[in-house]
């Protein structure tokens, strides 16, 4: 997400690299993340990066001794 708003900011940025290959870990996202379907990505307006996290999602990778 970092890297999607440095790549907003620098419009003469050739390339930005994006990962379209399954991540367990972006399920903790509770805004979804952007995809780019037909067309550039989405900037979120969210505050911050834009994102929300899943608290309730997050528990499941919590470890506790």
């Known amino acids: 997400m970092a890297a999607l708003h440095v790549a907003a900011a620098a419009p003469s940025l050739p390339v930005l690299r994006y990962m379209f290959i399954d991540n367990p870990c972006r399920e903790i996202l509770g805004?979804?993340?952007p995809q780019?379907?037909?067309g550039p990505l989405r900037m979120p307006?969210?505050?911050g990066l834009g994102?929300?996290?899943d608290m309730g999602k997050i528990e499941h990778?919590?470890?506790r001794h």
Do not use: R, S
Request: charged share 20%.
């Open 45 to 47: 307006d969210g505050p």
């Open 36 to 38: 780019a379907e037909k």
């Open 31 to 33: 805004c979804g993340y």
């Open 61 to 63: 990778y919590t470890v």
């Open 51 to 53: 994102l929300q996290l």
